[in-house]
């Protein structure tokens, strides 16, 4: 999977410290899911920051840059 549409966006909104989570869903069918009222407890939440970082991580890439 490429990240840089995911990445793109959430540095978009790291820039304008948009107040939005996100859920991360990993594995075969992974999903990114951005939070505006609805979501359900069986998935991790994350800011834009902290789902730009873990991304990163999972490509070996560091920086938010």
């Known amino acids: 999977m490429k990240y840089s549409t995911i990445k793109s966006l959430l540095r978009g909104q790291v820039k304008k410290n948009a107040k939005v989570l996100w859920t991360w869903k990993m594995g ?11 979501y359900n407890d069986n998935l991790p939440i994350y800011t834009p920051h902290q789902l730009l970082e873990k991304i990163n991580e999972k490509t070996n890439i560091q920086g938010v840059s």
């Open 28 to 38: 075969k069918e992974e999903n990114f899911t951005c939070i505006y009222r609805n």
